[in-house]
C-alpha cells in the first residue's frame, strides 16, 4: 500500500506536536510535583482531591486543638501538685501546732503558715503563659482570689463571680470551665475553677480559715478544737483537689489516645492527597527522556523526507 506524501508529512507533524505537548507537560509536572496542572486535566479527581485537603486541613485544626489542650492540662497538673504540696504543708504546720505551747513557739509556726498562705493564693492566681488564669473558669481575664489587705490574711476575699456555664454535652460546667473542640462533636474540660476547693465547704473559705489560724495561732485563746477546724477545712480542700488532679489526668488519657488517633487518619489521609496528585517523579522523568529521544528521531526523519521531491527521483 502507498502513502503518499500529505498523508505521511500530516501524521509526522502531529507526532512531533503530541511530543512536544507532553513533553511540556512532563516538565511541568516534574516541576510542580503535581500530576493534575489544572482542574480541568480531571475534574473528578480535582474534586475528590479538594474534599480530602479540607478534610485534612480540619483535622490538622484538631490536632493543633489537642496540642493546645495538653499544654493547659499539663501546666494545670503542675500548679495543682504545688498546690497540693502547700496544703499538706499548712496542715503539718497546724497538727504541729498546741494550744499549750509557748506563744512564741506558736508564733514561728504562724509565720511559717503565712508564707504558705502567700504561696497557695499565688498559686490560685496562676497564670498561663498567655496571660490567662488558669482556674478562673472561662473569665480567664479576671483574676479568681484576690488579697484586698496588701498581705495581710484576714482581710483577704475571693471573687465568686465567675458565671456557671453549660458544657458541650448540655450539663453545667464546673465552675464556668473552658472546654476545647478536639474531633468532630468530641469535647474535653481544658481548665478548672478553684472555687469548689478554696471554698470545698458551705459557709467556709479555705483562705480565709488560714488567714485566721495565722492570727489566732499566737494568741491565748485559741483552742485544740479551732486548730482542728482549721485542719478539717484543708482536709476538705486537698480531697476536693484530688479530684479535680484525677479528671485533669483522665483527660490527658483521654487526649494521648485522641491524639494518636488523629495522627494516624491524618498521616493517612495526606498519603492519599499525595498518591492523588502528587506526580511520580521517577517514573515521570523516565518518560520525559522517551519522549524526547521519540521527538528526535521523528524530527529527523521528518526532517529527512521533507526535504526530499520529485526532482531528486529524476535524471
Not at 175 to 200: A, H
Not at 215 to 234: S, W
Not at 269 to 288: G, R
Request: hydrophobic share 40%; proline share 3%.
Amino acid at each position: 500500500m502507498r502513502i503518499d506524501s500529505m498523508t505521511y508529512f500530516t501524521s509526522s507533524l502531529a507526532g512531533i506536536q503530541s511530543n512536544q505537548t507532553a513533553i511540556s507537560r512532563l516538565n511541568q509536572q516534574i516541576a510542580t510535583g503535581l500530576t493534575m496542572l489544572a482542574t480541568k486535566d480531571d475534574p473528578v479527581t480535582a474534586v475528590k482531591a479538594m474534599e480530602l485537603s479540607n478534610r485534612i486541613a480540619m483535622r490538622t485544626q484538631y490536632a493543633a486543638n489537642q496540642d493546645k489542650a495538653e499544654l493547659d492540662l499539663n501546666y494545670e497538673t503542675v500548679v495543682m501538685e504545688e498546690m497540693s504540696s502547700a496544703m499538706i504543708q499548712a496542715r503539718t504546720l497546724l497538727v504541729g501546732v498546741s494550744p499549750s505551747q509557748s506563744v512564741s513557739a506558736r508564733n514561728v509556726n504562724a509565720e511559717q503558715l503565712k508564707g504558705v498562705f502567700n504561696h497557695l493564693l499565688g498559686l490560685a492566681n496562676t497564670r498561663d503563659p498567655s496571660g490567662n488564669y488558669i482556674f478562673a473558669g472561662y473569665e480567664t481575664a479576671t483574676k479568681p482570689f484576690v488579697n484586698a489587705g496588701g498581705g495581710v490574711p484576714t482581710d483577704y476575699y475571693g471573687t465568686s463571680q465567675i458565671p456557671v456555664a453549660i458544657a458541650p454535652d448540655g450539663t453545667t460546667a464546673p465552675g464556668g470551665s473552658r472546654w476545647s473542640e478536639l474531633d468532630v462533636g468530641r469535647y474535653i474540660q481544658v481548665n478548672d475553677n478553684m472555687d469548689q476547693v478554696i471554698r470545698p465547704i458551705g459557709g467556709s473559705d479555705l483562705l480565709q480559715e488560714l488567714g485566721e489560724a495565722i492570727v489566732n495561732l499566737p494568741g491565748a485563746t485559741i483552742t485544740q478544737t479551732d486548730i482542728d477546724g482549721y485542719v478539717a477545712v484543708l482536709d476538705t480542700a486537698i480531697s476536693k483537689l484530688g479530684l479535680i488532679e484525677h479528671r485533669v489526668a483522665g483527660a490527658l488519657t483521654e487526649l494521648t489516645d485522641l491524639r494518636a488517633s488523629t495522627q494516624a487518619l491524618l498521616l493517612n489521609e495526606k498519603n492519599a492527597l499525595s498518591d492523588m496528585t502528587q506526580v511520580d517523579q521517577a517514573a515521570a522523568i523516565v518518560e520525559l527522556q522517551s519522549r524526547q529521544t521519540s521527538l528526535e528521531a521523528i524530527s529527523r526523519a521528518y526532517s529527512l523526507t521533507s526535504g526530499l521531491s520529485l526532482f531528486n527521483y529524476l535524471g
